[in-house]
């Protein structure tokens, strides 16, 4: 995206912009908590208006379509770079790839932006990023942004797009407790358990921390799963026994990596392992954990050895890379 800013001709205007909620980063996540948010905030009838920003405009576009489609009164139009949508929005949710594409979009996009509107307007501007991403680069984006008068705290999600699409995320927050009183009216209305984890950065370390140990988590499963099937026992039962004991765990009882391991359940694995949280986001998030605890000299025996195996499935087994990470069970079945 490269810095432009036209006139929105659209029924959405600068005047509306204390109504207004932006959304930029319309991922399997950011798709999803959008629509949710934007849905029960124009069912609250008080008059809001929406907008969404992409990387990929036609994204932007059909979102707008389907929404508009669902709910024929809405005020929504798609802003072209984050700098036109920071202009149009007060509240503004962030939801991206990780630590280079929150720097661009905040760097050369959304503080140009918040530098041109009037004082009073920056510091009614309010941002919530759910990126995961580096806890350093966060607090220094946070920084940047308070600098012009606007106000942001980090909040990373927890459930995958399953609890996106049904409004049940955890949101982990992190920044101060008036901003996160300030975020709670939105947060609620795309998670049911909000946590303020601490400072700005807090929510992020949080994050990391339990991503660690569901990357190994998912590796261990798999690997459970597997032999006790080589040692012919039936998916279903073996997965019964572990969820009703000590092996028990999100991984196992949610995500397992074999069909028909739970009946009655769909987890990606039901679907070729698509729709879920994919194999390459968790190797970006392993290599959060390890780059993190090299710098507090923190010891990660087995999250240094989960990223070696997730690294290994992106490069040996491409095709894997965009489906749900509990398809490690495929890779390790082919060893």
Same mark, same amino acid.
């Given at each position: 995206?490269?810095?432009?800013?036209?006139?929105?001709?659209?029924?959405?205007?600068?005047?509306?912009?204390?109504?207004?909620?932006?959304?930029?980063?319309?991922?399997?996540?950011?798709?999803?908590?959008?629509?949710?948010? #934007?849905?029960?905030?124009?069912?609250?009838?008080?008059?809001? !208006? %929406?907008?969404?920003?992409?990387?990929?405009?036609?994204?932007?576009?059909? =979102?707008?379509?389907? =929404?508009?489609?669902?709910?024929?009164? &809405?005020?929504?139009?798609?802003?072209? +770079?984050?700098?036109?949508?920071?202009?149009?929005? +007060?509240?503004?949710?962030?939801?991206?790839? @990780?630590?280079?594409?929150?720097?661009?979009?905040?760097?050369? %996009?959304?503080?140009?932006?918040?530098?041109?509107?009037?004082?009073?307007?920056?510091?009614?501007? =309010? #941002?919530?990023? @759910?990126?995961?991403?580096?806890?350093?680069?966060?607090?220094?984006?946070?920084?940047?942004?308070?600098?012009?008068?606007?106000?942001?705290?980090?909040?990373?999600?927890?459930?995958?797009?399953?609890?996106?699409? &049904?409004?049940?995320?955890? %949101?982990?927050?992190?920044?101060?407790?008036?901003?996160?009183?300030?975020?709670?009216?939105?947060?609620?209305?795309?998670?049911?358990?909000?946590?303020?984890?601490?400072?700005?950065?807090?929510?992020?370390?949080?994050?990391?921390?339990? +991503?660690?140990?569901?990357?190994? *988590?998912?590796?261990?499963?798999? *690997?459970?799963?597997?032999?006790?099937?080589?040692?012919?026992?039936?998916?279903?039962?073996?997965?019964?026994?572990?969820?009703?004991?000590?092996?028990?765990?999100?991984?196992?009882?949610?995500?397992?990596?074999?069909? @028909?391991?739970?009946?009655?359940?769909?987890?990606?694995?039901?679907? +070729?392992?698509?729709?879920?949280?994919?194999?390459?986001?968790?190797? $970006?998030?392993?290599?959060?954990?390890?780059?993190?605890?090299?710098?507090? !000299?923190?010891?990660?025996?087995?999250?240094?050895?989960? $990223?070696?195996?997730?690294?290994?499935?992106?490069?040996?087994?491409? *095709?894997?890379? $965009? $489906?749900?990470?509990?398809?490690?069970?495929?890779?390790?079945?082919?060893?």
């Amino acid at each position: 995206m490269r810095p432009s800013l036209r006139a929105l001709q659209s029924t959405i205007n600068a005047a509306s912009r204390p109504k207004t909620t932006g959304f930029i980063g319309l991922g399997r996540m950011g798709y999803q908590m959008a629509y949710n948010l #934007f849905s029960k905030l124009h069912r609250q009838g008080d008059g809001s !208006h %929406f907008v969404v920003c992409d990387a990929n405009p036609e994204t932007a576009k059909l =979102f707008c379509t389907n =929404f508009m489609s669902a709910h024929p009164n &809405a005020v929504i139009d798609f802003a072209e +770079n984050p700098e036109h949508a920071t202009m149009m929005s +007060n509240r503004i949710v962030t939801m991206l790839p @990780s630590s280079p594409e929150v720097k661009n979009v905040y760097s050369d %996009f959304v503080i140009p932006a918040l530098r041109k509107l009037s004082v009073s307007a920056s510091k009614e501007t =309010f #941002f919530i990023d @759910s990126t995961t991403l580096d806890v350093d680069i966060a607090r220094e984006v946070a920084s940047d942004v308070k600098q012009t008068g606007a106000q942001m705290i980090d909040a990373p999600v927890s459930g995958g797009v399953t609890g996106a699409t &049904a409004g049940t995320l955890s %949101f982990l927050v992190g920044g101060t407790e008036e901003d996160f009183k300030l975020a709670l009216p939105i947060l609620t209305l795309m998670g049911q358990r909000i946590i303020h984890c601490g400072p700005s950065g807090a929510g992020l370390a949080a994050k990391i921390c339990n +991503n660690l140990i569901l990357g190994v *988590e998912q590796i261990v499963v798999a *690997e459970a799963m597997l032999l006790g099937q080589r040692l012919g026992l039936n998916p279903a039962i073996l997965a019964s026994v572990i969820n009703s004991s000590t092996g028990a765990c999100w991984s196992s009882f949610v995500n397992n990596p074999v069909p @028909s391991a739970l009946p009655g359940k769909t987890p990606p694995c039901e679907r +070729n392992y698509e729709g879920g949280f994919a194999t390459s986001l968790m190797l $970006k998030d392993m290599g959060l954990a390890s780059h993190t605890a090299q710098q507090r !000299h923190s010891p990660l025996p087995l999250a240094e050895a989960a $990223k070696d195996i997730y690294s290994r499935i992106v490069q040996e087994r491409p *095709e894997l890379s $965009k $489906k749900d990470f509990s398809s490690v069970y495929k890779f390790l079945e082919g060893q």
